[in-house]
């Protein structure tokens, strides 16, 4: 990895709602590949992306919501990606950072914080309580928001099963629920109720339905992903007719369909994208894959972007599904170790994880490593590779 240009001098470390940092755009060559890319913010200073089906890039690609740890505690950002500088949205402790997600109108970010969900202006004006957990019980950080900004389902934990380890936490088989919330009118019904450790939930584009997971290790977790109506009834879950395992589920942009990667096995060969439509069972193979862990399609489903599981191959892949063609992009170097969040006593696996994403015009690849040091935002060009969407 070659690296040309530095961050601007006398990088802020300024701390607050509304405080921003000045960020300089560093040129990357990569070694595997020779193509370009830029590191978009200081890898001495810890920042991550929100949860892989959150809508945190603009449509126009003008900025991006991102947490990041500046003055000491974990905080969600807006990154101005014109300036190349971030402003602070949120203070104080308890602050979901995979929580993040835009409206539609890309004016407002939902969000959790302690016992809240909460609602806030991009502008600065403030923000607004939406629901609480309810006693007993606490968030786990996994929420979505519909279209519309009508609905929003968040994940639950019993308070006395939680865990700070994910080994624990698997082990400990918690109580867990999905609660759906209307933001307008404040009603909330309980959705799913398991002994099991639930995440992603996902509502289904025009339908009152809910897509959500199954977390665990690899191997130990059977019907990892799962639908449901929101009415609670006719719950299935989503298999590959071919057996192994699914993952790294999300509904298709129109919502007929539900996308994941299967693997044959646990030996990560012959990965596959799929896709299921719930209702029948009726299962199409789109492409195959690199054993993709990490995944984002573009919005008219002609080319995905995902970054490899394999640990001898750890790079990030453009790959057209017609062509049945992939091309390496880089290498993204994520090491995928714990990192400990600021200002708590807890430890965060998820962060140096390659989390990758597509532009709304598909020009742009996103994605997050902690190649040069503490996780940090990439980005390269592709418009070279991809056609304009």
Not at 10 to 34: I, M, Y
Not at 195 to 222: K, N, S
Not at 243 to 250: I, K, L, S
């Amino acid at each position: 990895m070659l690296t040309a240009g530095l961050l601007l001098p006398g990088f802020a470390r300024a701390a607050g709602r509304g405080s921003r940092v000045e960020h300089g755009e560093t040129k990357v060559v990569d070694e595997l590949t020779e193509r370009s890319l830029s590191r978009l913010t200081d890898p001495n200073v810890l920042y991550h992306l929100p949860h892989y089906h959150h809508r945190f890039l603009s449509a126009n690609n003008r900025f991006l919501i991102l947490a990041g740890e500046v003055g000491g505690t974990r905080q969600l950002h807006y990154y101005d990606l014109r300036r190349h500088r971030t402003t602070q949205l949120t203070a104080g402790s308890g602050i979901f950072p995979y929580s993040a997600t835009l409206d539609d109108e890309e004016r407002q970010m939902f969000f959790l914080q302690g016992d809240a969900l909460k609602r806030t202006s991009m502008k600065g004006r403030g923000e607004h309580p939406m629901a609480r957990c309810p006693r007993g019980w606490q968030f786990t950080g996994h929420m979505s928001v519909s279209a519309g900004a009508r609905t929003a389902a968040v994940v639950e934990m019993r308070e006395e099963d939680h865990r700070d380890d994910p080994a624990e936490q698997f082990a400990a088989r918690p109580q867990c629920r999905i609660r759906v919330i209307d933001l307008v009118t404040g009603k909330d019904q309980i959705v799913v109720t398991e002994r099991a450790w639930l995440v992603h939930p996902q509502l289904r584009p025009g339908r009152q339905e809910l897509l959500y997971g199954h977390e665990g290790p690899v191997g130990d977790v059977e019907d990892r992903l799962r639908w449901i109506g929101i009415d609670g009834k006719d719950g299935e879950p989503i298999r590959s007719a071919k057996g192994g395992r699914t993952d790294r589920g999300y509904w298709s942009p129109g919502g007929e369909e539900v996308r994941f990667v299967h693997y044959p096995d646990d030996s990560l060969r012959g990965a596959t994208i799929c896709s299921v439509v719930p209702e029948t069972g009726e299962e199409r193979s789109i492409a195959r894959c690199s054993a993709f862990g990490w995944m984002d399609e573009n919005v008219d489903g002609s080319a995905f972007v995902g970054a490899s599981r394999r640990p001898s191959g750890p790079n990030i892949y453009v790959l057209f599904p017609r062509l049945e063609r992939e091309i390496t992009l880089c290498e993204h170097g994520a090491s995928g170790k714990p990192y400990p969040v600021a200002g708590t006593d807890g430890m965060d696996y998820d962060c140096a994880r390659p989390e990758t994403v597509f532009s709304a015009d598909s020009q742009w690849v996103y994605f997050v490593s902690d190649r040069e040091g503490k996780p940090a935002l990439y980005r390269m060009q592709v418009e070279d590779l991809v056609e304009a969407t």
